[in-house]
């Protein structure tokens, strides 16, 4: 039995992806683009590069994704096409994954490893959305596996194949740096265990003195601009500050709470975090046994990653920002869990079956996500059709940001572009003006301050009652909402569009 299994392993693994995948297509068919991917939607618009590439500099991330996307976007403007690439490499990576492990140790930790990539909880989610997440976790680990070969083949095509992976991971996410600083002490590590070829190492040379160049250039032009403009509007110390130390912190402590939120976001929850943490730990020390190098590189990203969060430079949290760091979690994980079955692999075929509907049965929500179910399309649809067929297409929408971006996505396409002006502004979408004033509602007395700003700019008639619709990340309005609250601000016609997506009047007269 154990022979049969080990034997046909790849196809387990293939269809272990085919589950992974039809989990992602349903997600990526089914719900309404949230604000996020709303926004790098209408950021990959223009048709002129220049105009394109300047907007694409707006984004905290460098500009690969938005360029394919505005590529996709020529062939199809659906959801469901906006997303597929992400879609895709959220399952492929899992795989160069599989055969790295196998080629440093063997097919079962690989497949371990696919396992965990492949159906972790917010894994599943990220990568059904149109960010650039999904495709650098892909960059990255066929960077690690075509490294590999290339080091043992003493092969100039797979090193060169090594540089074609890293340098568009490098243009997809600035976290990549921390991938590109570890692999390449591993690599040293290596060459010194066993000179390569010259060939191969002046390929590798040439690899990374253009990935500094490519890094110098992105400063320039990107980095710069975004961490003055996060210091200047005072980023750090809001939305950006559960991300980095506070003032103060004990730094040992911040680095262990740190690293245990990579695993708590990897396994979807902190209870399971921490058993894959200890898992982790235990891994590093086999690894380290092992094959020494493998422990470095794997160890190096989270101290990375870890050291830039204390210069405010990276997010070392609860969040998708470093989820690159799954790769080397679950490769560190799934030598200590082949191990413990002393590398069988049919009972470990068997508790894989068992677990994985318990494990995502026990996850909890990402934070960083609109709940599943509070995003299905139809609930936006719903409220678009019922604003088109009630609110009078001359009165200003009062709504935030994020609900602004997801407007202007569905009802303007090409037609629009983000936050041309300051904060509070009006923009058309479509047929409607829509009125904002900040990024998203947090409480009732940000939406009092909102009111009293547009009956300043708009002063509407006492007949005349003021359109609110919130279906943002946040949408903190649907649960603030209480009776007495809309008795105090004269809230009437409140009609709800599942859990969060919330469209009301607010009257104007006494």
């Not at 508790?351 to 934070?367: C, G, N, Q």
Request: net charge positive; proline share 5%; aromatic share 14%.
């Amino acid at each position: 039995m154990e022979t049969w299994v080990l034997s046909r392993l790849d196809r387990f693994a293939a269809a272990a992806l085919i589950l992974g995948l039809a989990m992602r297509v349903r997600l990526a068919a089914t719900l309404y683009v949230n604000p996020d991917e709303a926004w790098v939607s209408l950021l990959a618009n223009p048709t002129a590069f220049d105009e394109l590439y300047r907007m694409a500099g707006r984004m905290a991330h460098p500009p690969l994704f938005v360029l394919l996307l505005h590529a996709v976007k020529a062939v199809s403007e659906s959801d469901f096409a906006l997303r597929l690439l992400p879609v895709s490499a959220g399952v492929v990576f899992p795989w160069f994954v599989y055969k790295w492990l196998e080629l440093i140790r063997n097919k079962q930790t690989g497949f371990i490893a696919l396992l965990l990539l492949v159906f972790a909880p917010f894994l599943v989610e990220l990568t059904a959305q149109a960010r650039g997440y999904a495709l650098l976790l892909l960059f990255l680990a066929a960077a690690l596996y075509l490294l590999e070969t290339a080091i043992e083949r003493q092969s100039l095509g797979r090193m060169a194949g090594f540089a074609a992976a890293l340098y568009p991971a490098i243009l997809t996410e600035y976290s990549a740096a921390f991938f590109a600083a570890a692999a390449g002490v591993y690599a040293l590590w290596r060459f010194a265990e066993a000179r390569p070829a010259a060939k191969v190492a002046a390929l590798w040379t040439l690899t990374y003195i253009g990935a500094a160049a490519m890094y110098a250039w992105l400063y320039v032009t990107h980095v710069r601009g975004r961490l003055g403009h996060a210091a200047a509007t005072g980023e750090f110390e809001t939305w950006l500050s559960g991300f980095f130390p506070a003032a103060g912190e004990n730094p040992a402590a911040f680095a262990f709470l740190g690293t245990f939120r990579q695993f708590a976001y990897l396994f979807g929850s902190e209870s399971l975090g921490a058993i894959g943490l200890m898992l982790f730990l235990a891994g590093m020390a086999l690894w380290w046994l092992h094959r020494r190098p493998v422990a470095a590189m794997l160890a190096l990203p989270f101290a990375l990653t870890c050291a830039a969060a204390f210069v405010r430079l990276h997010p070392y949290a609860f969040s998708r920002h470093s989820v690159f760091l799954a790769i080397f979690a679950a490769a560190g994980v799934a030598i200590t869990l082949d191990w413990l079955a002393s590398s069988r692999t049919a009972p470990m075929l068997a508790a894989a079956v068992i677990a994985l509907p318990l494990w995502h049965a026990s996850a909890v929500r990402d934070p960083g996500n609109m709940p599943v179910d509070a995003q299905r399309k139809e609930l936006l649809f719903g409220a678009l059709e019922y604003l088109r067929t009630s609110m009078p297409p001359d009165r200003p929408l009062l709504t935030d940001t994020e609900t602004r971006q997801i407007l202007g996505h569905y009802l303007a396409g090409r037609e629009w572009l983000p936050e041309m002006k300051r904060l509070p502004s009006e923009e058309r979408i479509g047929q409607w003006r829509v009125f904002a004033a900040r990024w998203s509602y947090n409480s009732l007395d940000e939406l009092r301050e909102d009111l009293a700003l547009y009956r300043e700019r708009y002063r509407p008639r006492d007949s005349q009652p003021v359109w609110v619709m919130d279906a943002g990340f946040t949408a903190s309005l649907a649960p603030a909402l209480t009776e007495d609250a809309r008795k105090e601000l004269r809230v009437t016609q409140v009609r709800r569009f599942g859990e969060r997506t919330l469209v009301f009047q607010v009257r104007s007269g006494e």
